[in-house]
């Protein structure tokens, strides 16, 4: 058994030296298995040698033949021509390099090569371009005569050098390697084991068996995800709450009693699951899913007090401090009239408050707690935490939702996410939660007017904007995405700002707003807005999710093809809360195609779904709503959405597999979860047995 070779440093591997064995690392590579792991991103089919009489101009062809001659050309400073006359049995032709004096040396007159580049052929002599070249050494040639795999590289490596490396680990291997997938599901699903599959999808034989490799490697990387989503699911399934809850009581009565409207179909539907878990004796956890506007937090606010009215506690964790700060406000508000407490913990808590705060949720006295990141230090700890909700989820890991859940024993979690996401995906990012979603808005909500226009209409839209505020309503101003940087984002905003309250809106309240600003600061300039002061708010990014002030009805972005789509949709939502109608102007003169389809889906769908769908297919899954900051674990092969047939398939049959061996111990199994702990343990937080 040659498995322990796979973990071992590239270094094992003979002609991999520490200079080498750096470059590989910067491709993420350090182990044997990682190099074996490094698939190609396609082949190349030089399967047919030509010969230089039938070569066509500007293809790509791959002859074999025989140096004759060699010859240095300077025909300027800086540049170095060397040609080598090569016969190939029939005629000769010339390969040229540029460049790279040293070839002259390396493959002098006699050697047997394949050459593979463009062809040129002027004046009667034919000349290849090189791209590739391989010395004939009379084994199996890696570059010519069959389909090349063509990798991804780094500096300092080409495929050449790629392609002997992972020959080499192959050969040192020698098809010993243990297969961990079972032997039954490998049959069952017609994919080949791992020696011969390792060998195909690097050297493959053919076509099929190219694509026979690719499909192994696919089901195995999704069905390793999918068996730790299982795994951990299974975890949670078998656990056992420590407290439990009592019936729903006067608080929860009372504070239905006072909302100013009436649940919504959805609403009540979603609750009633929540609620049915809260009563269960293994701990809630799930998602709730609804559009920008739902009403998902009266939801979570209805959770929150039954764990109250239980006699736990409750934590509410947003991803940023106008949020935390929001919830905060509202949920004093509706709960000071039944009397329940609420804290407030961000990053901007003063010493003096955090250390009083920390010490009364310590001790019980104080219930309810809405914060930030803040809320996962570690000198923050509960007396009693039975529900933790996650607002926004997507903003957050799924470990930094682990820590949260840490801070109590088993408590009940709830994450809560505007994202609506397709299905397929669904299953993979919150596979291990139960789902619920809220699938209508409350009712006498205009659909948000949007348009999409040229920068030179801009003052059009100012118009739009002073009309709604002589009407009594407020305006959000978004600027536009400069660049990465904060800094030159924030200018670009103080500017616009400076700007608007000069000219356009002289004589109104115009205020910015960005992340930078002191927290105190944030929070003032939110409560004038929210009191309806400030009439317009200049803002970056910052006001992108939750921000709920149902007064302000316009919403300009500028430069809105910066923004992704899911982001646009995200912002837009920060209008139409009430029954007022509301207006969103993309403001771009957008420059790809892509840009353009953008602002169309957005004027033409307010849906949500439709728009994340959209998004998918214009972005592909990886820019996926943050799924890259949210931890979630990077696929090397597989694609979400190109294999969800798969990805269904590699689902099922993780679930038979976890469910068959609860324990995880049968040895015939052992291989199979160790690698699902080396591979997705970390970003997945599981541990096995
Ligand atoms: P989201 O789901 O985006 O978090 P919110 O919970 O912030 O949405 O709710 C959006 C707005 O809708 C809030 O102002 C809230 O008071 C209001 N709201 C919630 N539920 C209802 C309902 N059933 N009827 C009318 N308005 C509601
Ligand atoms: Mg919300």
Same mark, same amino acid.
């Given at each position: ?16 030296? +520490? ?227 009592? +019936? ?193 808005? +409350? ?247």
């Amino acid at each position: 058994m040659q498995n322990n070779l796979l973990l071992k440093s590239v270094q094992t591997i003979k002609t991999i030296g +520490p200079r080498r064995a750096a470059s590989l690392q910067k491709l993420g590579i350090f182990t044997v298995g990682d190099l074996l792991s490094h698939f190609p991103r396609r082949y190349e089919d030089r399967t047919h040698l030509c010969s230089a009489g039938t070569l066509v101009q500007d293809e790509t062809a791959t002859i074999g033949g025989k140096v004759l001659a060699a010859q240095d050309l300077k025909p300027r400073r800086g540049l170095t021509i060397t040609k080598l006359a090569v016969h190939d049995g029939f005629g000769v032709f010339y390969a040229v390099w540029f460049n790279q004096p040293f070839i002259k040396k390396r493959l002098p007159p006699g050697t047997k090569i394949y050459i593979t580049g463009k062809v040129d052929k002027g004046y009667g002599a034919t000349q290849l371009m090189v791209e590739d070249y391989e010395v004939d050494d009379g084994g199996d040639s890696l570059s010519a005569g069959r389909l090349v795999p063509i990798y991804p590289l780094t500096e300092g490596l080409n495929q050449r050098q790629l392609r002997l490396m992972i020959r080499t680990a192959l050969a040192v291997l020698d098809n010993q390697i243990v297969d961990f997938l079972p032997g039954e599901i490998t049959e069952k699903y017609n994919l080949p084991r791992i020696g011969q599959a390792l060998q195909q999808i690097h050297f493959p034989d053919g076509e099929k068996q190219a694509r026979d490799a690719r499909r192994r490697f696919i089901f195995e990387e999704l069905f390793l995800l999918q068996l730790a989503l299982a795994m951990r699911r299974r975890e949670i399934n078998c656990s056992v709450k420590s407290y439990n809850y009592l +019936p729903p009581g006067k608080l929860l009565h009372l504070y239905r009693k006072n909302l100013p409207f009436q649940l919504t179909g959805g609403q009540r539907r979603v609750w009633r699951e929540i609620s049915a878990d809260l009563d269960s004796s293994r701990p809630l956890h799930r998602l709730l899913q609804g559009d920008v506007g739902a009403g998902k937090t009266v939801v979570s606010t209805m959770a929150m007090l039954r764990a109250v009215e239980s006699g736990l506690q409750a934590a509410l964790m947003a991803p940023t401090e106008i949020l935390a700060e929001q919830h905060y406000l509202g949920l004093s508000k509706d709960l000071a009239a039944i009397g329940v407490e609420v804290g407030l913990l961000t990053s901007g808590t003063r010493k003096k408050e955090r250390e009083q705060l920390l010490a009364r949720i310590a001790a019980g006295e104080l219930k309810l707690l809405v914060g930030t990141h803040a809320l996962l230090q570690g000198d923050v700890s509960f007396q009693r935490l039975g529900l933790v909700v996650v607002d926004e989820q997507h903003r957050f890991g799924v470990r930094q939702r682990a820590a949260l859940t840490h801070k109590g024993n088993l408590p009940d979690t709830l994450v809560m996410t505007a994202t609506p996401i397709p299905r397929t995906l669904a299953l993979t990012l919150y596979g291990d939660l139960d789902i619920s979603v809220i699938n209508e808005l +409350p009712p006498g909500r205009n659909p948000v007017k949007t348009y999409a226009i040229l920068p030179r209409a801009l003052p059009k839209a100012m118009r739009l904007v002073k009309k709604q505020i002589s009407l009594g309503r407020q305006a959000y101003i978004v600027c536009p995405l400069v660049e990465e940087s904060e800094k030159i984002d924030l200018q670009s905003a103080s500017n616009l700002s400076a700007e608007l309250a000069a000219n356009e809106f002289k004589g109104l309240q115009v205020e910015m707003l960005h992340g930078r600003m002191k927290s105190a600061e944030k929070e003032e300039i939110m409560s004038r807005f929210r009191q309806g002061e400030i009439k317009v708010l200049v803002s970056t990014t910052v006001i992108e999710v939750g921000v709920d002030i149902p007064n302000a009805t316009v919403m300009i972005i500028i430069d809105a093809d910066r923004f992704g789509l899911a982001q646009l949709h995200q912002l837009r939502g920060r209008v139409g809360r009430s029954s007022h109608q509301s207006y969103c102007i993309l403001v771009a003169n957008p420059k790809t195609d892509q840009s353009r389809e953008r602002l169309r889906a957005m004027t033409r769908t307010r849906d949500g779904f439709l728009l994340a769908e959209e998004d998918l297919r214009l972005r592909g899954p990886g820019e996926f709503h943050g799924t890259r900051q949210s931890g979630f674990p990077e696929l090397k092969i597989a694609d979400l959405l190109r294999d969800w047939k798969a990805l269904e398939v590699a689902r099922e049959e993780a679930i038979t597999l976890v469910h068959g061996d609860p324990s995880c111990k049968n040895t015939s199994t052992k291989a199979i979860f160790a690698e699902v702990e080396a591979r997705f343990g970390k970003n997945i937080n599981i541990s096995c047995g």
